[in-house]
Each structure stands twice: as structure tokens, then as C-alpha cells.
């Protein structure tokens, strides 16, 4: 059989990958302990979960309009309005299937074949897939010195003519760290002065601790959101622990959002009416459960960082936002998947190679998990890791002895 060239060059999702491979292991009743996860573990938020409810028992379940039903927008405008202090209109809205949708279809309508999209080390895992996906050609581009984050300068060094988009993430998965403002800065106005677009994933924009705010485009631009070329990502699947209701959104200039509307009409005909509901109850009820989830996810954050404090000569960077860390193992092992496989075969810990974000030599470790999941698989990795530990470790109800 002979797939398309495009189908030949796509990877699996290692993170779907890796969740696939905890559920099969669990289902065979093996204590694993998942800190490869990427959703928070607390409930939907009960508006959303109300919302829906209601609109289920109509039994009216239809189509609905492709860009978002208007109580959605509006409920998207809001929250821009108060997140973000930028007043859009219902014309600079698109609702997607989960941001991960809003991003692929603003891909799409955006790029040509082998227009060049620039993403800083470490990236989300999908972003090479999808700018393949819409024919472009993926541009990572590795900070210099070490740095978890890129300087305008860095990013410079890889524009071309063939630059149409730069695309970030922050708070940024993997690595947890908060692009400073200066760099935002200097983003937006480089994408102004060159006219490139400038997308900007902010689906973890409220998982910020210690008090901060991550800094957003539309503090610095300088141009209307009609006259912007600036697309900003967001969605409830995180903030409101809704990863499975699939819904996101794309705020955008008007042209933008109207051809990345006509293509979602031939994919998906937009997301679910239930989605879109459940969407509204989230968007408009009670913000306490994101508040909750943010409190809950600092204390998580610093559990881990105290537990890996006892792992000598990791390099860990303090998270500053999202539910991820990402830790330097370089002194232990410097490939990432092999040292993956190590602690999922010997110790039942799932953790995802830092090479699949862009990174080899480093491990994302979520604390999206349970406290006690954080210390054990800790515990585990530490004693997999200590060449003096020599007593057996108890996972369970059975003794590992080391044999390596
Ligand atoms: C950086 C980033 N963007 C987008 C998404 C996808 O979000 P959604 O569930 O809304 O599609 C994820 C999910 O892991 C993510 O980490």
C-alpha cells in the first residue's frame, strides 16, 4: 500500500504514545506511576459540566455554526477582554476542536508549500507535525547558551525569505518557563517590522505561580487586531481541566479567521454543540476552579522541585507556569529515550525524552499528578539513578533488585 508522501512523514504523538503505553501497563495491574502526563487531574469545571448537561437533555444535539455559536464568542470576547484588555468582535473569533484544531486550521490558512514556520527548543511535540501537515517546513531554532528560552537575536538567525510565521508557547510545555516581557517584546515588534505572523499559544496563560502574569502579545503591539498579524491560541482544556470536551479558540484579524473558518468547515464543520456549551458554563460560571487548580499545581511544583533537590547533579529549572519541568539528566545518561525506557522498564515510571521536545540529554516531568505520585516516582528515579543505592526497592508488593 502506498500512503501519501505527507502520512509516510508524520511521527505518532510520543506523548499519546507514552499515555497509551501507561494505560496498558496499569490494565495489567502494574503500579505505574505517569509523570509524562499532560491534563490536570481535577474534575471539569461544574458549570461546564451543567451546561452541557442541560443543553444534552434538550435533545436537541445539531449542528452548530462552524466558527462558534455567538453566546460562545461572546463568552471568548469577555474573556479576552478581561485576560487580555483587547476588545475583538465576533469577526475575529474562531472556536476550534481543542487549540490544537485552532492552531492546524490557522497553519493551514496561513501557509504555502515550503513557507518556513520558526519555533524555539523545546517546542510542544506537535508543532513539527502540524506545520507539515500544512506543507510548511518546521524551523526549530535552540536558544543560545543553554537557555530555556530564545532571544530575538537567536530567532533572527534563522529568518529567511521564506519565513511566514513564528510560533510560540508561554508558559511554555515542555519546560514550564514564562518568556520574559522583554522577549515578547521584541517578538512582536520584529513580526511587525517584517510582517510575519506571529502566533502565539497561550493555552496555559493562567497557570502562572508565584503571583506573575505571563506578558501577552497585545501589551506590545502596536497595530489593531484587524491590522495585526499577530493570532493568539487558546482554549478550557487545561485551564479548566476540559481536555476532553475538545474546545479552543483562535482570536485573530478578521481576513485570517474567515479562511481559517472556511477550511474548518470542510474538516470538522466546528466543534461539538456540547463542546461549545460546555465551553460557555466554564467561560462564564465560577473562575474559582482555575484558581483552585492553580494553587494546587504551585504546591505540586514545589514538592517535585524539594524531591529532585535530593537527586545530585540533575540541572532543574524552576517552572514559573503549566504543570511541567523540564530536568537536565545529562549527568546521568544523555540520551533521553534510552534513559525513558530505562526507568519505564526497571521502575514503572513514565516520563517523555526530552528529544521529542527538540532537547535531547533531558526528561519533562508533569506535576499534573497526585502528590503521592510526584514523591514515588521520585523516590523511584532516585534510587534507579544512585549507583551506591544497592538495596531492593519496593514498588508495590514486590522488590526490584538492581542489575545494573
Ligand atoms: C502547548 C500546547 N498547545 C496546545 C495544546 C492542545 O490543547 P487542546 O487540548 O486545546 O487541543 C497542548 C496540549 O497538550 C499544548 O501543550
Known sequence: MIL???AQQIN???TLKLNAKAAV???AGEPVIHLGGGEPKS??????INATIAHLETGEIRYAAVGGIPELKQAIIDYTEQHYHRLVEPANVIASSGAKQALMVGLQAILNPQDEVIFPVPYWVSYPEMVKLAYGVPVPVT???GSLYPTIQDIEKKVTANTKVILINSPNNPSGVVYPTGVIADLVDFCEKREIFLIMDDIYHQLVFDGQKAPSGYEFTKKSVDESKLLVINGVSKLYAMTGFRLGWAIGNRELIAAMTRIQAHQTSGSSILAQKGAIGALTGDQSCVRALR??????RDILLAELA???NLKVQKPEGT?????DFRAYEADSRQLSDFLIENVLVLAVPGVDFGMDGYLRLSFCGSEADIREGIRRIRWALDPNQTEPLTIGNRQVVKTW
Open 4 to 6: 501519501s508522501q505527507i
Open 12 to 14: 505518532p504523538s510520543p
Open 25 to 27: 501497563l496499569r490494565q
Open 43 to 48: 474534575k471539569a469545571s461544574p458549570d461546564a
Open 143 to 145: 536558544p543560545a547558551g
Open 295 to 300: 494553587s494546587t499545581l504551585e504546591t505540586h
Open 310 to 312: 535530593e537527586i545530585p
Open 323 to 327: 504543570f511541567y519541568s523540564f530536568v
